[in-house]
């Protein structure tokens, strides 16, 4: 029985990989592998590379004639198929074990941030190592951040935020390892359930339990607003006399509109916020002046939200329901979903686009599983991480080539990323 053939052509963004986009007769019962064989016998390389392949934007995850049977896609024409190198998996790089839950993470360029349910915020080195703990929330922290995180000198600044409705600004200093502590900022009546910098860093936003947002400044000079003198570092205050207040900031703004609880924001651009929450939407605020512009409705909870940096337009959702949803933000009618993501077992908490990689992004769920997505295949995850042994609480791909995850396992685990 002769097996019916279609004409295809081969293509590819990335340079090393790109072979002449000359027209194929391939039989329609090839699979992914049979097409990365004939793409290698074209580069005619040493050693054999894995692809992908992907019609009008969608992954070819069975064989041809099934795809193009459930995708309608014609026949009578040339079908062009793209082709992406296949990354190798996450591979786990460090395993840290905390006093209590792993509840926030942030990595820079050198070092990893961490906030536990005891209370604790702690610098670590990419290697595993504590570098210096800051103790001066009474709560669980639930929110940790770098300010300038690719910087380089002497200290390194970073803000916590925690249950006991307060956010601190702390200074790391890289010679001595000391932590000053050097204010506090007070305004929220409720848990603070997260932080997020402006991306020039001289302010920073807040999302509480009390539903509203807030503003506040990052500038280290002294204000109006400040208390005594914060150049006391963490280690040396414990032993001064009660004089050496840590100083108290307010702040700048508060944005009023969330009807539920607010417990997650991003600030991707100096002129946009969004946060998410309790009330099933997404809030899009103008920063200029203040105003909710736009609002994302969906079902359920937000439990965490992520901008994409190389497709600004589309925003990743983690809710209760299981699931992953795609936003377009552009979508002004109708419903702004333009796809799910479907696999994980338990309610998804944490979501992070990746920095270099324009279509992939991690989500973190309850099913104790970090799991690694192309959004242009929504069905399958690319990679299922085995993370925790508990639920994962939080998920940091700040740096293209480590994802970080905590959880109740009372762990910090990191990834490298090829």
């Known amino acids: 029985m002769t097996v019916p053939h279609v004409q295809a052509s081969f293509f590819t963004k990335e340079t090393r990989n790109a072979i002449p986009e000359t027209p194929f007769s391939i039989p ?99 290697e595993g190592k504590l570098l210096g703990t800051a103790e001066g929330h009474t709560a669980p922290v639930k929110g940790v951040a770098w300010l300038n995180p690719g910087a380089t000198g002497d200290s390194q600044l970073f803000l916590s935020a925690s249950q006991d409705q307060t956010i601190h600004m702390w200074k790391y200093d890289w010679h001595t390892a000391d932590i000053v502590h050097l204010y506090q900022c007070r305004g929220h009546a409720r848990s603070v359930e997260a932080i997020a910098p402006s991306p020039d860093q001289s302010k920073f936003s807040s999302v509480s339990w009390d539903k509203y947002v807030k ?37 700048l703004v508060t944005l009023a509109g969330h009807t539920q609880p607010a417990i997650t924001v991003r600030w991707p651009t100096e002129d946009e916020l969004l946060t998410g929450g309790w009330d099933h939407c997404i809030r899009l605020w103008d920063m200029a002046s203040g105003v909710n512009k736009s609002t994302l409705n969906g079902s359920k909870v937000f439990h965490d939200i992520d901008q994409s940096v190389s497709l600004p337009h589309l925003i990743a959702s983690a809710n209760s329901d299981k699931l992953v949803r795609i936003w377009d933000k552009r979508i002004n009618s109708g419903s702004a979903v333009q796809s799910f993501l479907v696999s994980h077992l338990g309610w998804v908490v944490a979501v992070c686009w990746s920095p270099a990689r324009e279509h992939q992004l991690a989500s973190g769920s309850y099913d104790g599983t970090v799991r690694v997505w192309d959004v242009r295949s929504g069905k399958v995850p690319l990679y299922t991480i085995m993370s925790h042994e508990g639920k994962v609480l939080s998920l940091d791909w700040s740096c293209p080539e480590v994802i970080a995850s905590g959880g109740t396992d009372n762990m910090l685990r990191t990834y490298s990323v090829s």
């Open 215 to 251: 503003i506040w400044s990052s500038d280290l000079s002294p204000g109006e607003e400040d208390g005594d003198d914060p150049s006391v570092p963490v280690k040396k205050r414990k032993s001064t006399s009660k004089q050496h207040k840590v100083a108290t900031r307010t702040p």
């Open 28 to 126: 329609v019962s090839v699979s992914r592998d049979d097409l990365s064989a004939v793409i290698n016998q074209v580069l005619e390389e040493s050693g054999h590379k894995e692809f992908d392949f992907l019609i009008n934007n969608h992954f070819l995850q069975s064989s041809l004639e099934k795809f193009i049977t459930d995708q309608h896609t014609p026949t009578e024409n040339v079908i062009r198929i793209e082709y992406v190198e296949r990354n190798p998996p996450p591979t786990l790089y460090q395993e840290v074990r905390h006093n209590d839950w792993v509840s926030a993470v942030h990595c820079s360029a050198k070092l990893i941030l961490t906030g536990s349910y005891d209370g604790a915020v702690r610098v670590w080195s990419r």
